[in-house]
């Protein structure tokens, strides 16, 4: 199992939770789970074609899935992978 | 067993390595160490060029934060070749440099000969009073309060973040600080945006602002732009500055401020929060990744709460205005690792800090071409964000 941090701003859609836990042998895979129990996050991270939405980053560990092998990157049992859509508030 | 000052001298010079002035001149700038141990008043009146100033009585202290690796050369020299004498041996016998010398005849020689005295500008004694604690940093000492006062910084907004902000870099003695705001100080702001205050609510922020600043260090110069930063404007407003704060509530103007600041290449220290979450990075153009390697495209609306007002604690606009105002001192400075293709995520409930990577996109629409490229059309070029916020409801 390895660990997803979930941004604020997706939290409501894992029923307010910062961590939960999914299964894959990639980071497709991982997402796809977490999209299995969570229906609602699957839209704001896939796109229709099932490709990663370009405004949602996605980290595994600390290095950013796109310059390692997208969905594909094989995941751990103890990585974390974490989840970052773009944020603006400064007020 | 009893030793005049001046046999103890003697004895001093004939365990340690002395080098002519001569020799020295030709090292200048040639990345040896050259220490100064007199006293900071009479470093003050003139130094070598790109000598630093560690008074004897700090040497053991401060030298390793001048002068870290034990085998670099080091030169050190006074007045007339006494006291770095004995800093040498000390250096050499107590610490383990390998490569310490002292410049036989100290300053009066040197300036004897002919060679180039660097005379600093003079901090004044308020100044060196009110700067004190900076001045006792070797990282910063005089040359960098100088910096700090000749430095241009301009702030994206005068609330959250930017209260902070604003607040430290004046005290710091940033010399110009520049705020872009057109709002009014309201009530439901003092929660959090601590540079106004109750009897303020009403006036204009940058008002407000520039009399807190006012009131805590007169040597800031404050620059009010009290208007909304669009493409029309942004140009001339950032032009000039050498780093910007950017504490702004929307992605549109991200966008925007990202494109022109890469075109005129101006690192901007970036932060962003939502109820307990914060968000810090540096982008620094063509040394690091931009605002659009990291998000090349911005959220939708259901996923953009800037659209709207939100929630958020208090005290976290404060925890991430201060990181921002610290990676401000450091790129003023030149000093430590700046936050530039990195992005720090802090969590205030977990009180965990979480960091990523950010690397540079080489098919980046803005930064992946040159400066002048980079047309006043693009700048900016963002969906049609009114009408999606509107969409959010």
Request: with cysteine.
């Amino acid at each position: 199992m390895a660990t997803i941090k979930i941004p604020p701003v997706l939290r409501a859609s894992v029923g307010g939770e910062k961590e939960v836990s999914a299964s894959g042998e990639n980071v497709g895979d991982v997402l796809r789970d977490l999209a299995e129990s969570h229906p609602s996050t699957r839209e704001q991270l896939f796109s229709t074609e099932g490709e990663l939405n370009r405004y949602v980053n996605v980290y595994l560990n600390d290095e950013d899935v796109r310059v390692l092998d997208g969905l594909d990157t094989a995941v751990g049992d103890g990585d974390t992978l974490v989840i970052l859509p773009a944020m603006a508030g400064g007020r | 067993m009893s030793v005049s000052s001046a046999e103890l001298l003697r004895q001093i010079k004939s365990r340690i390595d002395e080098i002519d002035p001569s020799e020295v001149k030709e090292l200048i700038g040639e990345g040896v160490a050259i220490v100064d141990v007199r006293g900071s008043e009479e470093f003050a009146t003139g130094h070598l060029p790109g000598a630093k100033s560690i008074p004897r009585g700090h040497l053991e202290s401060r030298i390793e934060s001048a002068v870290r690796d034990r085998s670099a050369q080091v030169i050190l020299y006074c007045a007339s070749g006494q006291r770095s004498a004995y800093a040498a041996r000390t250096l050499t016998e107590d610490m383990g440099y390998e490569h310490v010398r002292s410049m036989t005849g100290g300053i009066t020689l040197w300036k004897d000969r002919g060679y180039e005295v660097e005379i600093p500008r003079a901090l004044s004694a308020e100044q060196r009073d009110r700067y004190s604690r900076h001045l006792l940093i070797p990282e910063i000492g005089a040359e960098g309060q100088q910096k700090l006062l000749d430095a241009k910084v301009l702030l994206l907004g005068a609330g959250g973040l930017g209260s902070p902000t604003a607040l430290y870099l004046a005290a710091a003695g940033v010399g110009t600080l520049g705020i872009v705001d057109d709002d009014e100080v309201d009530l439901s702001n003092l929660q959090r945006q601590v540079i106004h205050n109750t009897q303020r609510v009403g006036t204009p922020k940058v008002d407000s602002a520039e009399e807190s600043i006012r009131a805590l260090n007169p040597d800031v110069k404050v620059v009010k732009y009290p208007v909304r930063i669009d493409a029309s404007n942004i140009m001339e407003i950032i032009e000039g500055y050498d780093v910007i704060v950017d504490g702004v509530d929307n992605f549109p103007t991200r966008y925007l401020l990202n494109d022109a600041t890469v075109r005129l290449q101006i690192p901007v220290v970036s932060a962003s929060i939502l109820g307990f979450d914060g968000q810090l990075s540096v982008f620094k153009p063509y040394e690091g990744p931009c605002y659009r390697c990291l998000f090349r495209e911005p959220p939708p609306a259901e996923l953009a709460p800037s659209c709207g007002a939100n929630g958020v604690l208090g005290v976290l606009p404060g925890t991430m205005g201060l990181l921002q105002a610290t990676e401000v001192v450091k790129l003023i400075l030149g000093i430590g690792d700046p936050a530039i293709g990195r992005l720090l995520l802090y969590d205030a409930l977990g009180a965990t800090l979480t960091e990523v990577k950010v690397h540079r996109d080489p098919e980046c629409p803005i930064c992946s071409r040159a400066p002048d490229e980079i047309r006043d059309e693009e700048l900016g070029v963002f969906p049609d964000y009114e009408a999606f916020c509107a969409a959010a409801g």
